[in-house]
């Protein structure tokens, strides 16, 4: 098989058919082969925080246009060879600052049929960080550290009014709809996670740029992700995040997997590193340990999704101990619990590949007694896997995390609230054998990027 690179062939950029015949002295001409659509376009990527650049450039692309959301914001000359690339200093453009801006450019020139690259979207402006440290403290209430402090919430009818609901990650955390299913888009962002010598959790925060990492600290890159807005639906086989139709429970978190994974190669299940990060999120907005003290959630299950879509706002419940979402997310807390894959046995991994219910991972955590949650912990190598790490006997669970949670070489976990149980909360973490099917217990649609 000869490969053949093809630009000397093709018109400045557009899309072609190509064809191939094989020709030899002394033989009959083959057919045509089969017909290839070739599509030439410039590709923009991004090099760091203030730089885009442009590849497989063109001679006769004289120059590029730069377009920020959707906006033409200026235009770059190019002299160069066919298969160049072409740097975009982004601080040279007219831009909205503190804000996420998504770019693409067109090369423009005599003969350059339309083209347009790829969109890369990248923060503008300077970093902002938003964070809370105390997490490894018997007070439930967190100190807010950075461009955080001074920060605050109130709950008032129900209805959550946020300083955060401008600040990113969380104005950006909106409703998506994605081939009839509900998500919530998370963006690109970097997590600051700080710890002990035990691993445990001391602090953490959240910036649209990469932070400098502390003594003890460990700055992590976060793809952008959809979160299901709804509890996991099931339906011929395929698992769904949709309004109005019953949420799955009865159900092993194999199966679970199985329905997730049926959506095609980027969906999965929720999972111990994807929840982190919202759990992360949540923790930083309102400064509390104790979920109770924000909303408890629905202290029962079974009920159907879309019960907050009357709601206009990103968070708020229905009543107090209702139903309730946070950033669109419905039943974040509450209406049961849910299946979390990544955490099998003593043994967590972020490799999707590797989820299964036979205890075993890229990293391995000690046995943690049921009891109220005191601490979570993490190998700085994968911080995201944050597992409960240490407990206090605390009936009350009015102390540290105010929810119970254990890490016992159970086959699967779940975390949650299905009652109104003090020790049920957002970091309450259950194990159990790989065939568990309560009918209390669902899970959730990821969508990956």
């Known amino acids: 098989m000869q490969e053949k690179d093809l630009l000397q062939f093709h018109p400045p950029y557009g899309q072609v058919q190509i064809t191939a015949k094989a020709k030899a002295t002394g033989y009959t001409d083959s057919d045509l082969s089969n017909v290839v659509v070739y599509d030439s376009h410039p590709h923009l990527a991004k090099v760091n925080a203030t730089t885009l650049r442009i590849s497989n450039c063109r001679a006769a692309a004289t120059s590029y246009e730069v377009y920020a959301n959707g906006e033409l ?30 770019f693409y450019v067109k090369g423009t020139g005599t003969g350059v049929a339309d083209n347009q690259s790829e969109s890369v979207s990248l923060w503008v402006g300077s970093n902002v960080i938003l964070g809370v440290s105390g997490l490894y403290q018997s007070e439930p209430a967190l100190t807010r550290t950075d461009d955080a402090v001074g920060k605050t919430w109130t709950m008032s009818n129900n209805v959550i009014s946020s300083d955060f609901d401008s600040l990113f990650p969380y104005n950006l955390m909106k409703r998506h709809t994605i081939d009839g299913d509900e998500f919530v888009f998370i963006p690109e962002l970097y997590l600051r996670i700080g710890y002990d010598t035990n691993g445990y959790l001391t602090d953490v925060a959240v910036a649209p740029l990469e932070m400098t990492a502390g003594e003890n600290q460990v700055v992590v890159h976060v793809d952008a992700f959809y979160f299901g807005a709804y509890g996991a639906s099931v339906a011929n086989g395929k698992m769904y995040s949709k309004t109005g139709v019953a949420r799955q429970y009865n159900t092993t978190r194999a199966n679970f997997r199985t329905y997730a994974k049926a959506r095609g190669e980027k969906y999965r299940q929720l999972d111990l590193a994807h929840m982190r990060v919202l759990d992360f999120l949540w923790l930083i907005e309102f400064a509390t340990k104790n979920s109770e003290s924000v909303m408890w959630g629905y202290t029962g299950y079974g009920q159907s999704c879309g019960a907050t879509d009357s709601l206009t706002v990103p968070s708020g419940q229905l009543a107090s101990q209702g139903r309730m979402r946070w950033r669109y997310i419905e039943d974040f807390i509450g209406n049961g619990l849910e299946f979390f894959d990544g955490l099998t046995g003593y043994a967590a991994t972020d490799d999707a590949s590797k989820y299964n219910d036979n205890s075993t991972g890229d990293l391995t955590f000690p046995s943690v007694n049921g009891a109220c949650l005191s601490a979570l912990k993490i190998d700085a190598s994968k911080p995201l896997l944050a597992v409960p790490g240490a407990t206090v006997n605390n009936s009350n669970y009015n102390t540290f995390f105010c929810d119970y949670a254990r890490l016992d070489g159970s086959a699967v976990y779940y975390r949650g609230r299905f009652s109104a149980s003090a020790g049920n909360g957002l970091f309450c973490v259950y194990g159990s054998d790989a065939s568990t099917n309560y009918v209390d217990l669902g899970s959730r649609l990821l969508l990956t990027l």
């Open 73 to 102: 914001k200026g235009t770059i000359a190019y002299s160069g060879e066919d298969g160049g690339t072409l740097d975009i200093d982004i601080t040279s453009l007219t831009l909205t600052q503190s804000a996420i801006s998504t």
